[in-house]
């Protein structure tokens, strides 16, 4: 007997789901995820919930736990780490505060870095051609750790830059999530801080954490420039 002859249905199945599944199908996705974040910050304001909202059924350790992971998934929706941070310390005190907020900077830091790396990366690793953006590639996939520690201990490097950076490099998710984990603690810890002690903004407390917030700025802006000329020179054809 003959056997069948697939038909047209299979072939077009076949391609529509290769097509979904290519590089720039996931890319496109990435953006809308990103855009709908972004969109549901601007709707719904969640810090504003982080803070002023908290059920009061949920206290304690439990508490803490589900203030992480709403903390995780609001930062990788581009709600603003500082102002969630403040929050922390406000509802919780320093010490719970800071390890709620640390926590949440590492879920949300671990999900940004999940979906750039399997929906974005094949498409957008080609498109690094410049000779800066090369020169941090390669210094992300060479000393992933220690790149993003300093990344991390630099306040004025936005966190959602330094999660795709590293994303789109070829750096591991256990350095990623480990520099992220240490690096944020010393801003973060400020602005748990400052909120734990917003009711006394005349304190000797919140005027060291804010003075260290504008410190640790200004620090990190003046090192960035004075190691401009490092990635230059990584960036320069040999």
Not at 21 to 46: C, F, H, K, N
Not at 75 to 103: C, E, H, K, N, W
Not at 204 to 216: H, K, N, R, Y
Request: proline letters at 7%; charged letters at 10%.
């Amino acid at each position: 007997m003959l056997e069948p002859v697939p038909g047209p249905r299979g072939g077009l199945a076949l391609r529509c789901g290769r097509a979904l599944l290519s590089p720039w199908a996931r890319l496109a996705l990435l953006v809308l995820l990103l855009a709908a974040g972004a969109g549901s910050m601007v709707l719904y304001e969640p810090h504003r919930m982080l803070a002023s909202g908290w059920p009061p059924q949920v206290s304690g350790g439990v508490a803490v736990v589900v203030f992480a992971v709403a903390y995780g998934v609001c930062s990788a929706a581009f709600v603003p780490r500082p102002l969630m941070s403040m929050a922390a310390g406000a509802l919780f005190g320093s010490a719970a505060g800071l390890t709620a907020a640390v926590a949440g900077t590492v879920i949300g830091a671990g999900i940004s870095f999940v979906l750039v790396r399997v929906l974005g990366q094949d498409a957008l690793r080609p498109l690094l051609r410049g000779r800066w953006l090369k020169a941090a590639d390669g210094l992300l996939s060479r000393h992933g750790f220690r790149s993003m520690l300093a990344l991390r201990l630099f306040p004025g490097i936005p966190f959602a830059a330094a999660n795709y950076c590293g994303a789109l490099s070829q750096m591991r998710y256990a350095p990623f999530l480990l520099a992220t984990g240490i690096g944020v603690v010393p801003n973060t810890a400020a602005y748990v801080i400052a909120g734990s002690t917003a009711a006394s903004p005349t304190s000797p407390v919140f005027l060291a954490a804010t003075g260290f917030i504008v410190l640790s700025g200004l620090v990190g802006v003046f090192v960035a420039w004075r190691k401009r000329h490092r990635l230059r020179g990584a960036a320069r054809p040999r």
